[in-house]
């Protein structure tokens, strides 16, 4: 289970960083080469923790009441990657001299990235080299580097220079909205020491947040030479020299641990300690458990494929994708690239709890609460961001993130879109209806759901003939701003309400209620209220069209000449105005047809075709958000070839580039896409109140298909084949699903 590469492409050394890059949801690696590249070679050399940040002033020409003043951004923090390699003085580059075999292979059975290279020198020295590199599952501040040079035709001195740098920056381009625009310095080294038994640590701090950093290194060499140390402004140096034989290896491994000060009181005394504590086992250990632990992971989260490797690779890449960003504690969610790279500086946003959340949902329910944890713990900041925003009551979640402050300077496409209080309450309703974990609910999950419906009382009001109207928010299709009914958030805020009130009296009925109704105030008139507007919520409908219209205005607009918009003007956002944007009836991602997967109980069924077959004419998919939801719509309607055509859009994004920007990262939402694709979308599942609805469907370019599901204590296993669906209870107690509206047991 590994993806593969063969050659060194010059070319996609940015791209494939990002795509052999390890990390642990604390921590990331880019897949830099520790040997480094040659002067004016492009590279973004980065290591990250997940939520350790600084913050920056926002410069507006004109900043109005509510903006944000500063925004947080994921940091690049120390190097301790770069390794540098001498044979009788001449220095290992796979830029000089010849490849004579190069390997490089992201084992995700087994959980880390190597190289395997064959090389000779300009001199004609020729050297067997390996490079591994693992982030610890297990024991999370944790990286492993193990690198091992083997002479092949000489016999002489080796130098293996290790370096721990301070000196770094993140990466910024001012010409793509997408990544940092400004170039800053942004984490200035505190101390560099060499410790007891030669361990070095350096420590730094963040500029403006004040958070600190610590990262502790311990080299070991498997032969003995002379080793030295070295301490600067910069950083530390290990210095290893030796002779070596022709046909002897020679092997280092590098341990490095990082610890930030949002997580450890004393970073540093917490980074030696870990590092101390892994030094007490072999690297061989840390392999053992790191397989042990994605043994686990694969018998959960394998979705199988039979009848196409390509498809089947990229699948396991993608939920391993996922496993690596996940953050797993409070301060922590994912990030839009993961731990990957730097695109939208590492922010959270409305991906994680629509499209990456099914996936730890079926597969680990205790992950996936976790992520639910992190919204909890940032609720009241999304209270006092309500307030900014001119709300007297409820919350409102920030558009983009980390530690719960708005980080949108743009509102019209940030702030404006309300909808993302809709996308956390619908992930914790998800939760609620997959595990039936009530207590959860009344500690945590009840206030979510009830001061988000606040918030539409709030936004929201009664017109004339008695509906409940949303203004002045913007959908998920960020090609259409600042609208007036949004078919997608009405349909959301609707749910929320609704849900609000059944919790509310799930809850009361097994004594659970008081607690939160007496800590946040609620009362029966607000409850009322919510059942009012829920009741009442307008959900805009063109009679003419028979579709839901994705706001008052929007079927009033021209339509965008898509037949004289040539292809390199896409995505629009980079290369037309919004405003000239927003005037025409053009989609960037799906919006209605997303309502319509998520919330099909509030159309037709000949609504939601129709509505699918009007906005895909329509739709960029500038996003990658978009393609996996309209594959998922397009079997719903019954047309698996289209929807097999937008799976196939999605399910290499990454491995294939087809953005063309994966060396800011890889696109996580749309590796839960993928996900969602074959599970929500050929397999047909549903979850509502009355348990498991399937409609499986088989493509025709496969055999068959098979994932296992998490559901209520159970686990199932799900097979679509040529001959049929079935479905086998592998773990728990039998239950009764629907297949096609029809009634079934599963058993053992």
Not at 621 to 641: E, N, P, Q, R, V
Not at 647 to 674: C, P, S, Y
Request: glycine share 8%; charged share 25%; with cysteine.
């Amino acid at each position: 289970m590994q993806i593969e590469s063969n050659r060194l492409d010059r070319n996609g050394l940015l791209r494939d960083e990002s795509l052999f890059h390890v990390a642990n949801g604390y921590i990331g690696m880019r897949g830099n080469f520790e040997e480094g590249y040659p002067a004016g070679f492009q590279t973004i050399r980065g290591t990250y923790i997940n939520a350790f940040y600084d913050l920056e002033n926002i410069h507006y020409g004109e900043k109005f009441k509510g903006f944000p003043e500063t925004k947080q951004k994921i940091l690049n923090i120390f190097d301790t990657q770069s390794v540098e390699i001498f044979v009788e003085g001449e220095r290992f580059s796979l830029f000089e001299g010849e490849i004579l075999s190069f390997r490089r292979v992201l084992r995700m059975d087994r959980g880390y990235a190597e190289r395997e290279i064959h090389w000779r020198s300009k001199k004609g020295i020729e050297l067997r080299l390996s490079f591994r590199r693992m982030a610890s599952f297990v024991l999370l501040p944790l990286i492993i580097m193990e690198i091992t040079v083997c002479p092949i035709n000489f016999s002489g001195e080796i130098a293996i220079r290790s370096t721990q740098s301070g000196n770094v920056m993140n990466f910024f381009d001012n010409s793509d909205p997408r990544v940092a625009s400004v170039s800053e310095k942004n984490l200035f080294l505190e101390a560099c020491s060499n410790l007891k038994g030669g361990i070095s640590l350096i420590t730094a701090r963040a500029a403006r947040s004040g958070l600190r950093v610590a990262a502790a290194v311990q080299h070991r060499f498997s032969k003995e030479g002379e080793v030295s140390h070295q301490f600067g402004k910069e950083g530390a140096m290990t210095v290893y020299t030796g002779r070596v034989a022709a046909g002897e290896k020679v092997t280092l491994e590098k341990y490095c641990v990082f610890c930030d000060s949002r997580r450890y009181e004393d970073c540093r005394s917490s980074a030696i300690s870990i590092i101390n504590e892994a030094l007490e086992r072999p690297a061989s250990y840390w392999y053992e458990t790191q397989k042990r632990y994605l043994d686990q992971f694969w018998l959960r989260a394998k979705v199988s494929i039979e009848g196409d490797a390509d498809v089947q690779e990229a699948l396991n890449y993608n939920s391993y994708q996922l496993l690596q960003s996940a953050g797993r504690d409070r301060f922590s969610n994912i990030a839009a690239k993961g731990l990957s790279g730097e695109g939208y500086e590492g922010h959270y946003f409305w991906d994680t709890e629509i499209y990456i959340f099914p996936f730890f949902l079926l597969t680990d329910p205790a992950q996936a609460k976790n992520l639910l944890d992190f919204r909890y713990a940032c609720l009241d900041k999304a209270r006092s961001h309500a307030r900014l925003l001119g709300h007297q009551k409820g919350a409102l979640y920030p558009w983009r993130t980390i530690t719960g402050d708005e980080c949108s300077p743009y509102f019209p496409s940030g702030s404006a879109q309300y909808h993302i209080n809709g996308a956390i309450a619908y992930a914790f309703i998800s939760y609620y209806l997959a595990t039936g974990d009530r207590g959860f609910m009344e500690e945590k999950g009840a206030e979510v759901v009830f001061e988000t419906a606040r918030l539409w009382l709030d936004a929201g009001h009664f017109d004339k003939a008695g509906l409940f109207r949303i203004d002045c928010v913007t959908g998920p299709d960020e090609y259409t701003c600042i609208v007036n009914n949004n078919y997608y958030t009405n349909a959301m805020a609707k749910y929320n309400l609704e849900w609000a009130v059944k919790l509310y009296f799930l809850l009361e009925e097994e004594g659970r209620i008081s607690e939160v109704r007496d800590k946040i105030k609620l009362d029966d008139g607000e409850l009322l209220q919510f059942r009012r507007a829920g009741e009442a919520m307008l959900l805009p409908y063109d009679e003419e069209l028979k579709i839901n219209a994705q706001d008052d205005t929007f079927l009033r607009k021209k339509v965008w000449d898509f037949a004289n918009t040539p292809a390199e003007k896409y995505p629009l956002l980079l290369h037309y105005h919004p405003l000239h944007i927003y005037r025409h009836q053009v989609c960037k991602q799906a919006d209605t047809v997303l309502a319509h997967y998520l919330l099909e109980e509030y159309a037709e069924p000949l609504t939601i075709k129709n509505s699918y077959c009007y906005y895909e004419g329509i739709t960029t998919h500038d996003s990658s958000l978009s393609s996996c939801i309209f594959g998922i719509m397009a079997a719903k309607t019954g047309d698996l070839k289209k929807s097999y055509k937008y799976f196939m859009e999605t399910v290499r994004m990454d491995l294939d580039d087809l953005h063309n920007n994966t060396k800011d990262g890889i696109h996580t939402a749309n590796m839960g896409g993928t996900y969602m694709a074959v599970v929500f979308g050929f397999a047909g599942l549903r979850i509502k109140a009355d348990g498991l609805h399937f409609s499986p469907r088989l493509p025709q370019e496969w055999l068959a298909y098979s994932f296992d599901i998490h559901f209520r204590g159970r686990r199932i296993k799900v097979k679509m084949g040529q001959d049929g669906s079935r479905f086998k209870l592998l773990e728990g107690e039998a239950l009764t699903i629907f297949v096609d509206g029809k009634a079934q047991v599963v058993e053992s």
